[in-house]
C-alpha cells in the first residue's frame, strides 16, 4: 500500500486508541490489511513526527493529538503544506511531494468550523467548505498552523 494511505491509517489509529510499541502499531496496521514492517513503521513515525507521551506511570503511547491542536498536527501542517488557494467553495492546497494524504488527514482529524471534508492525491488537497461564508475562516485557521 502507498505510504500516504499507511500514515493516515496510523494517524487514526493513534487517535482511536493508546498504542505504546512500534510492534504494536505494525501489528494494529496488519490487522487493517495494510502489509509492513516495523522497519517502515519507524520511518513513518520519524517522518509524520510523531512523539511518545507518558501515561501517568503505567507506560506511554504515540500522541495524536487532542482537538486537533497538537505539536504533531502543527508540524504536519508546517512542513507539509507549501501553498493555499480559495476556489469558489473549495480550498486547493499544495504540499510537498508525498506529503498530502498525511496532511488530509491532519485536517481531517482537527474538525474546523465550515469544513466538510478533503480530498488528497500526492501532493494537492482538495478541501470542500460547507459554504462560501466559511471560506475565509477556514483559511485565516489553516494560515495559524503553517505561518
Known amino acids: 500500500m502507498k505510504k500516504e494511505k499507511r500514515q493516515k491509517k496510523i494517524l487514526e489509529l493513534i487517535s482511536e486508541r493508546p498504542i505504546g510499541t512500534q510492534e504494536e502499531l505494525t501489528q ?12 517502515t ?7 509524520m513526527g510523531l512523539r511518545k507521551v507518558s501515561d501517568d506511570g ?19 501542517l508546517s512542513s507539509g503544506i507549501l501553498s493555499m488557494e480559495p476556489a469558489g467553495n473549495l480550498i486547493v492546497v499544495r504540499t510537498v511531494s508525498g506529503a498530502a494524504m498525511a496532511v488530509g488527514a491532519a485536517l481531517d482529524h482537527m474538525q474546523l468550523e465550515g469544513l466538510a471534508g478533503c480530498i488528497a492525491g500526492d501532493d494537492t488537497i482538495f478541501l470542500a467548505v460547507r459554504s462560501l461564508d466559511y471560506v475565509d475562516s477556514v483559511l485565516r485557521e489553516l494560515q495559524r498552523f503553517v505561518a
Open 41 to 47: 513503521v519507524s520511518r513513518d513515525i520519524r517522518e
Open 28 to 39: 494494529a496496521l496488519l490487522a487493517e490489511g495494510y502489509t509492513t514492517t516495523q522497519a
Open 58 to 76: 503505567r507506560g506511554s503511547h504515540y500522541e495524536a493529538g487532542v482537538s486537533g491542536t497538537s505539536t504533531t498536527y502543527r508540524q504536519i
